[in-house]
C-alpha cells in the first residue's frame, strides 16, 4: 500500500468513526427524548409505561450494535481484504442462527407482545393450559402466578393463543338453577330485583361499568333450568363481583322460598306380587 493509498485510506477512516459517533450521539439523543416523553405522557398506565421503556431501550440497543458493527467493518475493509472474514463470520452466523432459533423466536414473541401491548404486568391471562396474573414481561419470557401460587415462565415464542381475561373491560356471570316447579316469571322477576339492588350498593357500584343484565332460561338441565345474570366490571374485578353477587342472590331465594335445587335421584322400590 503506498503512502497515498494510505493517507486516502486513514482519512476514511477518521469520517468512518466520525459518521459512527454521530450516529450512536443522534441515536442517543433521539432515544432519551423518546424515553422522556413517554415517562411524562399523563393518563398512561403505570405498566404499559415499563413496556414502552423497555421497548425503546431493546430498541436503542440493537441499532447500537448494528452502526458500531458497520463501522468495524467499514474500517476492517480499509486496510485489509475482509471478504475471508465475512466468509467465515457468515458461516459461525448461520450456525449461531440454527442454534438459537428459539431464542430468536422468543425476543420476537415479546417484541410484538410489547408493540402491541397484547397484556401488560397485573394482567390476567391463559396461556395454553396456563393461566394467571402476569407478575414480569421480557423480551424473552412471560411470568405467570397462578391462583395455587406457582410460577410459570412462558417463553415469548410459545405465546400463540392468549386469552386476557382484564383487558379495557371484564364480564361477571353467575348462573343459578332453579327447579322445574318454580314460577320463573317470578324468579327472574326476583333477581332483576336483587341485582339491581346490587347495582347501587356504594361499595359496589364503582366497580360495574352496566347495569346488570337477567337472561333466561339459557339451559335445560336434567334437574334445574339455568337462568343467568351478566355484570360488565371493571378490569379484573368480575371474580369479586360474582361471589358478592352468588351470596347475595343465595340469600334472596332463601328468603323468597325459591328452590335452588342439587343433583338427585329418585329410587322406586317395588316389592314382587304388586303391579
Not at 252 to 274: A, S
Request: proline share 4%; net charge negative.
Amino acid at each position: 500500500m503506498g503512502l497515498e493509498e494510505l493517507k486516502s485510506s486513514l482519512i476514511s477512516s477518521v469520517l468512518v468513526v466520525v459518521l459512527a459517533a454521530l450516529g450512536l450521539v443522534v441515536l442517543q439523543f433521539f432515544s432519551r427524548r423518546a424515553l422522556r416523553l413517554v415517562r411524562s405522557t399523563e393518563g398512561l398506565h403505570e405498566e404499559r409505561r415499563q413496556q414502552l421503556v423497555t421497548l425503546v431501550e431493546s430498541l436503542r440497543w440493537g441499532v447500537n450494535v448494528l452502526i458500531a458493527g458497520a463501522a468495524l467493518l467499514m474500517l476492517l475493509s480499509k486496510f485489509t481484504d475482509i471478504t475471508p472474514l465475512l466468509a467465515g463470520v457468515g458461516v459461525a452466523g448461520l450456525a449461531v442462527s440454527l442454534g438459537a432459533q428459539t431464542l430468536v423466536r422468543d425476543l420476537i414473541g415479546g417484541f410484538l407482545i410489547l408493540v402491541e401491548n397484547q397484556y401488560t404486568v397485573g394482567d390476567v391471562i391463559q396461556v395454553g393450559d396456563f393461566s394467571g396474573e402476569v407478575e414480569r414481561l421480557t423480551l424473552r419470557a412471560t411470568y405467570l402466578r397462578d391462583s395455587n401460587g406457582r410460577l410459570h415462565i412462558v417463553p415469548n415464542g410459545e405465546v400463540r393463543i392468549v386469552s386476557n381475561l382484564t383487558k379495557e373491560w371484564s364480564r361477571a356471570l353467575v348462573d343459578v338453577g332453579v327447579a322445574y316447579e318454580e314460577d320463573l316469571d317470578h324468579v327472574l322477576h326476583v333477581l332483576e330485583v336483587t341485582a339491581g339492588e346490587f347495582a347501587q350498593d356504594p361499595a359496589f357500584e364503582p366497580q360495574l361499568l352496566e347495569p346488570p343484565q337477567v337472561m333466561g332460561p339459557i339451559s335445560l338441565g336434567d334437574w334445574a333450568v339455568t337462568v343467568r345474570v351478566m355484570v360488565k366490571t371493571q378490569p379484573g374485578k368480575q371474580w369479586g363481583v360474582a361471589r358478592e353477587l352468588q351470596k347475595r342472590i343465595l340469600a334472596t331465594c332463601e328468603r323468597e322460598g325459591i328452590t335452588l335445587p342439587y343433583p338427585r335421584q329418585e329410587v322406586w322400590v317395588r316389592e314382587p306380587g304388586q303391579s
